[in-house]
C-alpha cells in the first residue's frame, strides 16, 4: 500500500514540474521584459487537479472503504442476534441474550441463582461470540 502511496505522489510531482526552459525558445529578454526561459505565470490547473484527484481516491480506498465495510458487517452481527446467543458488550460485559426487541436486548449476566437480566441497547453488542465459534468451525 505504500508503494502504491509513493507512486502516486511521484506521478503528481512529475506532473506539477512544468516551469524550465524552454528548448525552442531564442535566448534573450522576452518582448515583456522577462527572460524567456522563466516559468509561466498562468500555468496549467491540470496537474494540481489531478493531483487532488488522486489524493480523493486514495482517501477512498484507505479510509472511507474499509470503514463502510466494516459498518455493513457490524450491523448484520447485530442484526442476527437471537436468543441464546452469547455476546459481549461494548463494556466488556459478558451475557446470553434473552429476549430481543426492535432497539434493544435483553441479557442475562452471570451464573445460576446469581444471573441478573440487564437491558442493553443493539449498538452496545460488539461480539456475538456464538456466531464466531460457527464461523471458526467452518
Do not use: C, Y
Not at 115 to 128: E, H, P, Y
Request: hydrophobic share 45%; glycine share 14%.
Amino acid at each position: 500500500m505504500h508503494r502504491i502511496v509513493l507512486l502516486l505522489t511521484t506521478a503528481a510531482l512529475l506532473l506539477a514540474q512544468e516551469g524550465g526552459p524552454n528548448p525552442g525558445a531564442p535566448a534573450g529578454p522576452a518582448p515583456g521584459g522577462a527572460p524567456t526561459g522563466a516559468p509561466a505565470q498562468g500555468g496549467s490547473m491540470w496537474p494540481m487537479l489531478i493531483f487532488l484527484g488522486l489524493m480523493v481516491l486514495m482517501m477512498w480506498f484507505m479510509v472511507i472503504r474499509p470503514q463502510k465495510k466494516e459498518e455493513k458487517r457490524r450491523k448484520e452481527m447485530v442484526d442476527s442476534t437471537k436468543r441464546g446467543d452469547e455476546v459481549v458488550t461494548i463494556g466488556g460485559v459478558h451475557g446470553v441474550i434473552e429476549a430481543v426487541g426492535e432497539a434493544t436486548v435483553d441479557v442475562r449476566i452471570g451464573k445460576g441463582a446469581e444471573s441478573v437480566v440487564a437491558t442493553f441497547n443493539k449498538g452496545a453488542i460488539s461480539t456475538n461470540v456464538t456466531n464466531e465459534r460457527a464461523n471458526a468451525k467452518k
